[in-house]
């Protein structure tokens, strides 16, 4: 999705290429803690888990505010390129390659023609959805701009009822009671559940907030966007003490999470930051390459996150921070490896 940002006379404004890059770093937190990639989750007991799971509180509204941050910078863009969606896929492709090829290397993965082929299908949730968006938004550029103010603030109260506050409500409810968040018949995106705001629709409706922020130049001061910050996680800490539900995107107080942080970011000014831009070029790229095969099961297999997920919570804390800024900073420099080789390749290719 094109993220032009707006310009001062000194270059890209940094403050939301900042923030996209603390939004990597709180994706990996998600996902040290995933059971199907970090795991830290499954081993952490006691005040060790507490731990964790304010890291998670503070981390989930990642992907909301990623999305929140296209349709702010997106919601004036008249056309698409299909060439956009095909360079994304080519790099899922790529970097899935390159990790499989690391685990053949490794021994982490048994070599197979049939895996090889496997491991190339492009499956990856969230680009799936953003390149939907993508195609999308256009149309729902329209809508933004044929809505005026009042009219745009009832329309995100019917979409925020129906796909924000309902589910939030109707699936922590019997997620309580039930212990299974989904009912049969009263979903709103599905007939049973919200699914978890793993959906194009909260990704439009995140998309027509970050909109509706740029086209009425909606703003608050970076004690309110923090104070908000702060409530919205605490209610969300102690949501997740009696449902599960604390770490869905389509929860209330996450969609509230993104919203504030993002405001946070809108109300500072650090001008044009030369070295910021050039990491938050990366941003992207640190989600593809660190969800990779190789390294979940390879680079984060040399940090022992089972047994130190187990320990008391100081051990608990340090690992995270390694691993997690360990993968950070090893993800961007393969983006850097890879960016310094297509520029090669491009100014040779412009020479010939």
């Known amino acids: 999705m094109s993220q032009k940002h707006e310009n001062n006379n000194k270059g890209r404004d940094s403050r939301f290429e900042l923030l996209r890059l603390l939004l990597m770093y709180m994706v990996i937190i998600l996902h040290y803690n995933n059971s199907k990639m970090g795991g830290a989750f499954d081993y952490a007991t006691g005040y060790s888990l507490y731990l964790l799971k304010g890291f998670e509180v503070i981390s989930i509204c990642a992907v909301n505010c990623f ?35 690391g685990q053949f290397i490794t021994g982490a993965v048994p070599f197979s023609l049939y895996t090889l082929i496997w491991g190339l299908i492009p499956a990856n949730w969230f680009v799936t959805m953003f390149i939907v968006l993508y195609l999308i938004s256009p149309y729902l550029n329209i809508i933004v701009e044929k809505l005026e103010r009042n009219e745009f603030k009832k329309f995100l109260l019917l979409i925020g009822t129906a796909f924000f506050i309902y589910p939030t409500v109707m699936e922590a409810f019997f997620s309580i009671k039930t212990g299974n968040s989904a009912f049969m018949g009263l979903g709103t995106v599905t007939a049973q559940s919200s699914s978890g ?12 907030i970050g909109a509706y922020i740029r086209k009425f130049s909606i703003s608050c001061s970076t004690i309110k966007g923090t104070g908000i910050f702060a409530v919205a996680s605490l209610l969300d800490f102690l949501f997740s003490m009696k449902s599960n539900n604390y770490t869905a995107y389509s929860n209330i107080l996450v969609v509230i999470q993104a919203v504030s942080l993002f405001l946070i970011f809108a ?7 030369k070295i910021i831009n050039s990491l938050a070029k990366s941003s992207f790229s640190i989600y593809l390459i660190h969800t990779t095969g190789f390294m979940i099961t390879v680079f984060w297999g040399k940090f ?13 804390l340090c690992n995270l921070l390694l691993s997690v800024s360990a993968m950070y900073i090893a993800c961007l420099i393969i983006d850097y490896i890879r960016r310094g080789i297509f520029c ?9």
């Open 344 to 352: 090669l390749i491009k100014n040779f290719l412009h020479k010939e």
């Open 304 to 316: 022992s996150i089972p047994e130190h997920s187990a320990g008391k919570v100081p051990e608990v």
């Open 267 to 273: 109300s500072i000014n650090i001008g044009s930051v």
């Open 67 to 101: 999305v929140l941050i296209t349709g702010y910078f997106s919601c004036k863009a008249t056309k698409v390129t299909f060439k956009k969606p095909v360079m994304l896929i080519l790099m899922v492709i790529g970097y899935q390659l390159a990790g499989l090829i």
């Open 197 to 208: 705001g793993y959906t194009i629709v909260n990704f439009v409706c995140m998309y027509m």
